[in-house]
């Protein structure tokens, strides 16, 4: 019984959860993906020959980012890799 | 007369409608095929096209179209008497607002879940696609007049409501805060936050706030105007995630908490109608029943901002073709019961039609002032809160519906402006900031403009948003109805509400045009003027359409 009440109240999470997200969930990942271009453009920002104070740090991230570079600048509108020495596809 | 009859006969009426007409008009009409691939399956992305559970897509979809627009509407007009304004919620909820709303849903979800705008463009013309932008424009530019100048009524006709009002912003930034940066749960954030809200709502009346009455020579009412149109300006630039979005959420409890309890009351309580079935002792001024009552309830009946959003987010997310029957027009239903509960409000809530005809003493009055102050009476009657309380809480409801429409309603002038800079290569004007600044000197123009130095006579302005607002909804008819008869089926079912529409628009404006020029109010002729020309423009769009739809053969799909 009280297995039953806390799935139920569970699926009541879940819908109400739903509810919440879904009317919002479009202009929330847009918001999202903005900020995600601001901080690809901070990383990659010297290659580019914007001076970048933190450059050193954000060296380390690159790598790292290798699968969202590609996606980020097609979305900026540029079919292959804008860097010469940093090729994706 | 008790208005437990009248609640009966008004569910009853809908519920019959929603059991019956809409499953000949799904089945038969519109053909939902349950194997049709909606494109929230085909364009799946997680983002726009999710695939949503039914319950949860007619929760927002009728939380988002039921506001206070329905509260207002009925209120007022139950200035002819109950009857009227009654019968014509109860039979265009069942054979306008339900059919239009499904119907657009249908539409959008047959063309790629295209949003109505688009769909005029391609399905009607280029020249209807303009005509739809300026009428959109118009639209929310009233509304949000409108609510300005509402709330600013409701805060000064209830100091006691101001603390809870403004108070409930500060619970939704908490609110926000702690779901996106997933602190805690929503389940209990949710009752964290509703028990806040109504802790405020409680104390609220032991702090009445008022402005002073005259602020360097400013009314109180125009302050709290200029003070509400500030805070929308700020609510609209904020991310959705921080403000809009946690009360939109809070407004969608509100909404159920009201209906039920306003409801309950009248089950309980059994309060009377004290006002006429049909007044025939209307204070002078008021304009003829005939065709104003069906301009004056516009949300309740039928509104083209269903249209909006049911193409614009619901068409996106609809699982099954066959929910866009139990999303739209069960949207609709609910959307003209909150209306009901306005009508009985406004009608049963006064303990005498001596105390009715004191409020309702010219055209325009009442409205939401009406539904709070007789729906606090049914209240404390049914259920025994005490009736400050009781006014509280519905001054609260109402003053947050319309400003989260109001907070929406800027946020899309903006984008308009936005676009516009775009098209016409104006740079500032496509930034947020100087896009927000136009839209709400625009707003104030209209507010100020129609009303004098004390906004107050914002209300005026009613008549013309519901026109307005019909004119969007016929648009959208005029979609489903060239879709209707493209397949060589029946169109009779939604272009019999389309003329209904257009006549009764065409007439209350060209009414309202005289009595404006008879009162040389030039202000509000040359508005009135504005929307005429656009009324004219969707009829002669729509007689073009139709001609040529009827001329073409038939597809086959």
């Known amino acids: ?89 | 007369m008790s208005a437990i009859v009248l609640l009966l006969l008004g569910l009853g009426g809908m519920a019959a409608g929603y059991l019956f007409y809409s499953r000949f008009i799904a089945n038969r009409i519109f053909k939902l095929d349950p194997d049709f691939r909606t494109p929230a399956h085909e364009f799946e992305d997680g983002v726009d096209f999710v695939p949503t559970n039914r319950y949860v897509l007619w929760g927002h979809h009728f939380t988002s179209v039921a506001g206070a627009a329905p509260i207002v509407g009925p209120a007022i007009a139950v200035i002819w008497g109950w009857l009227p304004a009654f019968v014509w919620v109860v039979l265009g909820t069942i054979f306008f607002a339900g059919v239009h709303d499904s119907g657009a849903l249908w539409a959008s979800v047959r063309n790629r879940a295209k949003s109505v705008g688009a769909l005029t463009g391609e399905v009607v013309g280029h020249r209807a696609r303009t005509i739809f932008m300026i009428v959109i424009f118009l639209v929310l530019l009233m509304v949000n007049a409108v609510f300005g100048v509402v709330i600013a009524k409701l805060l000064i006709n209830n100091p006691g409501a101001v603390v809870p009002v403004w108070g409930a912003i500060a619970v939704a930034l908490v609110i926000g805060q702690l779901i996106y940066r997933r602190i805690i749960g929503l389940g209990i954030v949710s009752v964290v936050g509703v028990a806040a809200l109504y802790s405020l709502i409680y104390i609220g009346p032991q702090v009445p706030i008022a402005l002073p009455d005259q602020v360097m020579g400013l009314s109180a009412s125009a302050s709290w105007i200029l003070l509400l149109f500030a805070y929308a300006a700020i609510a609209s630039l904020l991310p959705v995630w921080m403000l809009l979005q946690p009360r939109d959420y809070i407004n969608g409890l509100q909404l159920f908490v009201g209906l039920i309890l306003l409801y309950g009351a009248v089950l309980i309580g059994n309060p009377t109608v004290v006002a006429p079935m049909i007044n025939v002792d209307v204070p002078p001024g008021t304009p003829s029943l005939l065709p104003l009552l069906f301009v004056t309830i516009a949300c309740g009946a039928i509104s083209g901002f269903h249209g909006l959003v049911a193409s614009g987010t619901s068409s996106k997310q609809l699982h099954q073709e066959t929910d866009a029957r139990f999303v739209g027009y069960f949207g609709a239903v609910g959307e003209g019961s909150l209306a009901l509960a306005a009508i009985i409000a406004a009608t049963a809530g006064f303990a005498s039609l001596a105390d009715w005809q004191a409020v309702y003493t010219a055209f325009g009055k009442g409205s939401l002032t009406a539904f709070v102050d007789g729906g606090a009476a049914i209240l404390a009657g049914g259920l025994g809160l005490d009736a400050s309380v009781a006014a509280t809480l519905l001054t609260v409801m109402a003053a947050l519906f319309a400003g989260t429409t109001m907070d929406t309603g800027l946020r899309l002038q903006r984008y308009i402006f936005q676009e516009w800079g775009e098209i016409y290569q104006q740079k500032w004007l496509t930034r947020p900031l100087p896009a927000t600044l136009l839209s709400v000197a625009s707003c104030l123009l209209l507010a100020f403009g129609a009303g004098g130095a004390d906004g107050s006579g914002g209300l005026l302005i009613w008549p013309l948003f519901g026109t307005t607002n019909q004119l969007l909804a016929g648009l959208t008819l005029l979609v489903i109805t060239i879709m209707l008869v493209r397949r060589g089926r029946p169109a009779i079912y939604t272009l019999g509400p389309l003329v209904f529409l257009l006549v009764m628009t065409l007439l209350a404006l060209l009414m309202q045009l005289k009595s404006f020029y008879d009162k040389q109010d030039w202000f509000l002729l040359g508005l009135d003027l504005v929307v005429l020309v656009a009324a004219l423009l969707v009829t002669l769009e729509c007689a073009a359409a139709l001609k040529k739809a009827f001329s073409e053969p038939v597809e086959s799909t």
């Open chain 1, 1 to 89: 019984m009280a297995n039953r009440i806390l799935g139920a109240l569970r699926r009541l999470n879940e819908l109400g959860t739903q509810y919440y997200n879904a009317p919002y969930r479009a202009a929330i990942a847009r918001a999202k993906r903005d900020e995600e271009d601001l901080f690809m453009l901070l990383v990659f920002s010297e290659m580019m020959g914007i001076p970048n104070p933190a450059a050193w740090s954000t060296l380390e991230l690159q790598p790292l980012l290798m699968d969202r570079f590609h996606e980020w600048h097609t979305r900026m509108g540029m079919e292959r890799s804008p860097l010469d020495h940093f090729r994706c596809c």
